[in-house]
């Protein structure tokens, strides 16, 4: 069932009463309501003498059901009596739209409820959903501001904008949760997505990408209103930064909870450093350690373990602290070395 507005319609009719109306006499020059269609919702106007209604009604097979009424002679539905009626399609003034003093179009809607109002542009009478489309300018000299708004409490709602490729098999969507959104009163799994206030941007069907089409970095920001650096960057070379911490392409960042950051360039089964002064408990180097790689810590090592052929460790060495545990092959570590002096219990 459409809403559908033709020109020139009018019909006579002479039903009494507030009902349906049958629709029985045409009139020279005019349309009759079959211009409207069986099942479709048209504006109506209804006139005899003083008395006049305007209205939303359904047409059907010669009948025009009186379903709203906008407006009226006594402000209600008439209760018309004997006579000749005038009965046609207009364009009530409550629900015109139109540019008003200032050439604005405005679509007014009712404060406070669910369904405020919808704007479809193009052919898309199949969707009813509705929202709110509005253009601002009191405070900014050029400012476009599209709000979508859910108004519902329940906690699996939330508000989005969705892009589709036309056969639904994929689409790009932007919103956010409300703010008692639950995962799993939504059925949905435990991350990011569904926190409760999280805007989103998500893809479904095809990957998610981000980037730039020119020569241009794309920064990630955490705490805006306060940080001066960058959670991450992706630089134009390809290289990606860290709270300011730079690497090239190809490294990744090492840290621990003592020290700065640093950047390490990775091969397979190899360790190159590493250092810091607290314990390390449970290491294991596994393969053919290449780079003639170090091991250098300022606390204790527990459970130490090496596996397969690490000759190419040239040295370990502690500031301080004991390595409780012997490696499983003595023959990987050509040099041990203590700065406290503690003797390798390594079978040396």
């Given at each position: 069932m459409s809403l559908v507005l033709?020109?020139?319609?009018?019909?006579?009719?002479?039903?009494?009463?507030?009902?349906?109306?049958?629709?029985?006499?045409?009139?020279?020059?005019?349309?009759?309501?079959?211009?409207?269609?069986?099942?479709?919702?048209?504006?109506?106007?209804?006139?005899?003498?003083?008395?006049?209604?305007?209205?939303?009604?359904?047409?059907?097979?010669?009948?025009?059901?009186?379903?709203?009424?906008?407006?009226?002679?006594?402000?209600?539905?008439?209760?018309?009596g004997a006579g000749t009626k005038d009965v046609f399609v207009s364009y009530p003034a409550k629900k015109s739209v139109n540019q008003d003093a200032n050439n604005r179009v405005l679509i007014p809607y009712t404060s406070g409820v669910t369904n405020v109002g919808s704007l479809n542009v193009g052919d898309a009478t199949s969707h009813t959903d509705s929202g709110v489309i509005a253009g601002f300018t009191a405070s900014e000299p050029l400012y476009l501001y599209t709000s979508l708004q859910n108004t519902s409490s329940a906690n699996t709602s939330y508000a989005s904008y969705a892009v589709n490729d036309g056969g639904h098999t994929a689409y790009a969507e932007l919103g956010i949760n409300n703010s008692n959104y639950s995962y799993s009163a939504a059925g949905y799994p435990n991350n990011g997505f569904s926190t409760p206030l999280a805007s989103f941007v998500e893809s479904y069907g095809g990957p998610l990408v981000l980037g730039s089409w020119d020569n241009q970095k794309i920064s990630f920001i955490t705490y805006g209103a306060v940080n001066t650096t960058d959670a991450m960057t992706i630089n134009t070379n390809g290289s990606v930064a860290f709270n300011g911490q730079v690497g090239t392409a190809g490294q990744v960042l090492q840290s621990n909870a003592t020290s700065a950051p640093s950047w390490v360039t990775p091969s397979s089964g190899s360790v190159t450093s590493v250092s810091g002064t607290g314990t390390v408990s449970g290491l294991t180097l596994t393969g053919t350690v290449t780079n003639s790689g170090s091991l250098t810590l300022g606390g204790a090592i527990t459970g130490f373990a090496t596996s397969g052929a690490n000759t190419d460790i040239i040295s370990v060495a502690l500031t301080t602290g004991t390595i409780s545990t012997a490696p499983s092959a003595v023959t990987d570590i050509v040099n041990k070395t203590y700065a406290d002096g503690l003797a390798a219990k390594w079978g040396a």
């Amino acid at each position: 069932m459409s809403l559908v507005l033709a020109d020139r319609v009018r019909q006579t009719s002479t039903t009494t009463g507030s009902g349906t109306f049958t629709l029985d006499g045409s009139v020279t020059g005019f349309q009759s309501f079959a211009a409207i269609g069986n099942g479709n919702t048209t504006y109506y106007t209804i006139t005899i003498d003083s008395q006049w209604e305007v209205g939303i009604g359904t047409y059907s097979a010669g009948t025009l059901t009186r379903d709203t009424v906008i407006s009226s002679s006594t402000g209600s539905k008439i209760i018309f009596g004997a006579g000749t009626k005038d009965v046609f399609v207009s364009y009530p003034a409550k629900k015109s739209v139109n540019q008003d003093a200032n050439n604005r179009v405005l679509i007014p809607y009712t404060s406070g409820v669910t369904n405020v109002g919808s704007l479809n542009v193009g052919d898309a009478t199949s969707h009813t959903d509705s929202g709110v489309i509005a253009g601002f300018t009191a405070s900014e000299p050029l400012y476009l501001y599209t709000s979508l708004q859910n108004t519902s409490s329940a906690n699996t709602s939330y508000a989005s904008y969705a892009v589709n490729d036309g056969g639904h098999t994929a689409y790009a969507e932007l919103g956010i949760n409300n703010s008692n959104y639950s995962y799993s009163a939504a059925g949905y799994p435990n991350n990011g997505f569904s926190t409760p206030l999280a805007s989103f941007v998500e893809s479904y069907g095809g990957p998610l990408v981000l980037g730039s089409w020119d020569n241009q970095k794309i920064s990630f920001i955490t705490y805006g209103a306060v940080n001066t650096t960058d959670a991450m960057t992706i630089n134009t070379n390809g290289s990606v930064a860290f709270n300011g911490q730079v690497g090239t392409a190809g490294q990744v960042l090492q840290s621990n909870a003592t020290s700065a950051p640093s950047w390490v360039t990775p091969s397979s089964g190899s360790v190159t450093s590493v250092s810091g002064t607290g314990t390390v408990s449970g290491l294991t180097l596994t393969g053919t350690v290449t780079n003639s790689g170090s091991l250098t810590l300022g606390g204790a090592i527990t459970g130490f373990a090496t596996s397969g052929a690490n000759t190419d460790i040239i040295s370990v060495a502690l500031t301080t602290g004991t390595i409780s545990t012997a490696p499983s092959a003595v023959t990987d570590i050509v040099n041990k070395t203590y700065a406290d002096g503690l003797a390798a219990k390594w079978g040396a």
